[in-house]
């Protein structure tokens, strides 16, 4: 087993890792930015050692201070969460070279599946279906019109590298396409280093649905299902669900054999979650592969009893996995919303300042991931996310009935959240209904923000 994990993250995932060693016997060492001296996190772990500044190019994003901070607190292996470096090969191998145990995948698969066109070829290879469009990344303007006469209007520019549904841009016809081109380029080359862009389909009126994986280092792998992430807003997720309440018995023994035979095609290793698009008629296409655990990943823990972070730990320590694909049931319905340092009353502008009070929900069938506590004043250098409440039931409704007493229940003082808006939305009866996609929380808001305008007037 590993003797000292360094978390290389912040935030509720840092606390979620910490937690999982702490039930393993396992050490950890928080590092933290200069903003995050405060956190949950340091107070948590049995060491906390700082890694630079707040802005997180000399923090988080750091390969040599966090190598460094590894091997001065000793430790055997790195946990990277997700977001930050969770996805980069250099850091994987920096770590390996250091003789730290990288929690994840090789470097190798990484690479393969950090970028999307090659993730789709792979995956198009070893049969998984893929949304139509580019075999590779686009070359120019020219191909990008010649590949959309063919594939038919409306379609999608990707940046290669992208990442948290930053920098796509939907062209609804030619003219569309040929001046989002330039600004798609640019805008990914500023945000990801890479200008790359490939070109989709643009599905409309899909859900997305995601398929879990866990694979040891011994060639055993299996599938955990899905997770159904419909509600999206600007192509981020803000509500998750297990399992999806469109896909059937069968269809998610399909996506999980094809989702086998996608990892195992690359020799993949650790947690991973491969993302599809489904249409109204079930047929689903593959768009990306997450080589890392998710945010959303407590929701699959809910309803199958797997603790995902400590498999992550003990696949990394060599340990084989011992779950058979036959030992995975849904037994049950799982939500979970997202509580971002939002103020949905003001299109979604970041709010900010100390925690006055915090009270979690609690009770039956309520779980929180979260690192506030009151006193406490998040950081504005990093993304908003608060806490996560997951809550789960027998049935979706049970789930979402228990998420509105939850959400009630909840209470944080000091800074406006997105529960007015998580409110709204699981009360919704097309939400309700699982009628939703994930253009609908886009029209949701519009009529929301339409009603409350006339109720001031
Ligand atoms: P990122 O890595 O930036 O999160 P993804 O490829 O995972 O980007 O896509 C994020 C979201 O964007 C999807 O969940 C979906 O809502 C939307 N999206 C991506 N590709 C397509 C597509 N071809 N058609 C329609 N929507 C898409």
Redesign the pocket.
């Known amino acids: 087993m590993l003797n000292k994990v360094l978390v290389a993250n912040r935030g509720e995932i840092a606390v979620r890792i910490i937690r999982a060693c702490q039930e393993l016997g396992i050490k950890s060492v928080a590092a933290f930015s200069e903003a995050d001296r405060d956190s949950l996190a340091v107070r948590m772990a049995d060491e906390a050692i700082c890694i630079g500044p707040p802005p997180p190019a000399r923090s988080y994003l750091n390969p040599p201070a966090l190598i460094s901070a590894a091997l001065i607190t000793g430790c055997d292996a790195v946990h990277p969460g997700y977001g930050f470096l969770s996805e980069n090969p250099y850091f994987a191998e920096m770590c390996t070279d250091c003789n730290l145990e990288f929690i994840g995948p090789t470097a190798e698969t990484m690479r393969l599946m950090g970028d ?1 066109s090659i993730g789709r070829q792979t995956m198009r290879t070893a049969g998984v279906p893929t ?1 139509p ?1 580019s075999e590779g990344e686009l070359k120019s303007v020219e191909e990008a019109v010649e590949l959309a006469r063919q594939i038919g209007y409306p379609v ?1 520019l ?2 290669s590298a ?7 841009r ?1 062209a609804n016809d030619e003219s569309d396409l040929v001046r989002a081109f330039p600004t798609a380029r640019a805008e990914a080359e500023a945000a990801f280093g890479r200008g790359d862009l490939l070109l ?5 009126k ?1 859900r ?1 649905v995601e398929i879990q994986v866990l694979a040891d280092k011994h060639g055993h792998a299996i599938h955990l299902g899905e997770r159904d ?2 509600a ?1 807003r600007r ?3 803000i509500l998750e669900e297990a399992p999806s309440p469109i896909v059937s018995p069968e269809v998610r023994e399909r996506m999980g054999r094809d989702a086998l035979s996608g990892i195992t095609s690359i020799g993949y290793v650790n947690a991973g979650t491969l ?1 599809f ?1 489904m249409d109204q008629e079930g047929n689903y ?1 593959f ?2 592969m ?1 080589t890392r655990i998710q945010v959303e990943h407590p929701v699959t823990e809910q309803v199958t009893g797997v603790d995902l972070v400590r498999w992550q730990l003990m696949i990394a320590a060599g340990e084989r996995l011992t779950l058979q694909q036959k030992d995975i049931t849904i037994a049950r319905h799982a939500v979970e919303c997202r509580i971002n340092a939002e103020d949905p009353e003001r299109d979604f502008l970041p709010a900010g300042g100390e925690i006055e009070f915090y009270l979690p929900p609690g009770g039956p069938g309520v779980r929180v991931d979260s690192h506030l506590y009151a006193g406490y004043t998040p950081p504005g250098n990093y993304d908003s996310l608060l806490a996560k409440i997951i809550t789960f039931g027998e049935t979706r409704d049970d789930a979402l009935n228990r998420m509105r007493r939850a959400l009630h229940e909840c209470v944080i003082t000091g800074i406006k959240t997105t529960i007015p808006f998580q409110l709204v939305l699981i009360d919704d009866p097309e939400f309700r209904a699982a009628r939703h996609h ?2 609908y929380v886009a029209e949701l808001l519009r009529h929301w923000k339409e009603e409350r305008a006339a109720t001031l007037v």
């Open positions: 999307k949304v469009g999608l990707k940046p992208g990442g948290g549904g930053r920098g796509m939907v989709e389909k643009f599905l409309t899909v997305h992430c419909s999206q192509h981020q997720k993302e698009l296409y768009i990306e997450n994930t253009g």
